[in-house]
């Protein structure tokens, strides 16, 4: 619990770009149902709302005054999502402004969830952007007062946010943004990931381009790229990362198994081991799913929580609804299951193809599944 004093900058722990803060009961459900819905997001509220389930979301609580909040978050966060009445913001951050340079994107909700407002820096710091974004998550009104922001395309540092996708580095953002503000070639190559990205009325600028492969866009010589993947890209087709920014859509399922009391390194060990050989990124894993017998397991529940990875148990008998490609008698005997690794992450992933079928390394089971959008 954050306890707020005056002139004491508080603790907070930030996780992700950007804060959603809320002070009514409304607010705070509204809150957490975006804050599933756009994983970029941290979120505080208060104290008296609390649910029971905060440490286990990464929820942070606080008492006090939000005013006494703002500072530490105006320090620290790329942007801030307030569910809180205009005037109010308005009010307390006021004290804390200082350019339009180093502010903070600000977007104010009301209560209703009816109207998504961009407060503050809306073009340098991507408030607009952001209030699309979120509208757009909500099914709400996104309100744009800048009267330039007339440009509907694609916000470089956002792209994908609503859905979790990550970029691999920042270092090209700022280059590839200036290459879609000022409508040069811009090359996207979507392998993997959600497919409705595109949040706008109107069609794709003609400028940018979608191309069914790497290769096809590096023929092309676009001058900027957007390549969405779960893939580490090999090194001819780094060319493109000259001008280019990769995003993580979460698109990869661990299925796993271990002997009790392991240990989070060995668990981390065979995970990066695995998605190596594999070639594909850790960014991208969305969940760890096994059976239910292992709910408590402390290098699960420490792995998924470090990362933020979703942790799914299954029943014996849902496990055994899966089309098993290597049915154990000896695992059945001691689980009730004829699997783990491999039909958690197929029942999960809804697919009966694996990446990788079970691997057995030292103290650890692992399969791997991709989601298809």
Known sequence: MIELQ??????????????????????????????????????????????????????????????????????????????????????????ILVDKKKDPAVVVIDDRGEHVISVLSGHLGGANALTHEIANVMGA???????SDVQKTIPVDLFGA???????????????SASVVNEEHVAIVQETGEKNWWMHETPMPKEIIIYPTIKDAIQAEPQASLIITDRLLQPSEEI??????????????????????????EVEAVIDETLIELQLSKKSVKALCTIDLKKDESCFLAITEKYGW????????????????????????????????????????????????????????????????
């Not at 009104?141 to 009267?147: E, L």
């Not at 493109?240 to 390194?265: A, H």
């Not at 299954?314 to 005997?333: D, G, H, I, R």
Request: aromatic share 10%; charged share 20%; net charge positive.
């Open 6 to 95: 005056e002139g004491i900058l508080p603790d907070i722990h930030v996780r992700h770009p950007y804060a959603i803060v809320a002070i009514t009961k409304h607010g705070v459900q509204m809150g957490r149902e975006l804050q599933q819905s756009f994983a970029s997001a941290d979120l505080y509220y208060m104290g008296k709302f609390t649910k029971g389930d905060e440490e286990e979301r990464n929820i942070q609580l606080f008492n006090g005054s939000v005013r006494l909040l703002l500072p530490a978050l105006f320090k620290q966060y790329k942007g801030l999502i307030l569910i809180i009445s205009l005037g109010a913001v308005v009010r307390m951050i006021a004290p």
């Open 141 to 147: 009104k996104a309100v744009i007062t800048t009267a």
């Open 162 to 176: 609503r859905f979790g996708w990550v970029w691999d580095s920042e270092e090209k953002l700022t280059p590839v």
């Open 240 to 265: 493109l990362l000259e001008n280019g920014v990769v995003y993580r859509p979460k698109s990869l399922v661990l299925g796993m198994g271990c002997n009790r009391g392991t240990s989070l390194d």
């Open 310 to 373: 979703e942790f799914v148990t299954y029943t014996p008998a849902e496990l055994n609804e899966m089309p098993l490609p290597n049915p154990s008698e000896t695992v059945f005997k001691f689980t009730g299951a004829y699997g783990v690794s491999e039909p958690a992450a197929m029942r999960y992933a809804k697919t009966s193809d694996l990446l990788l079928q079970k691997k057995k390394s030292g103290n650890v089971t692992i399969s791997v599944a991709r989601l298809s959008f």
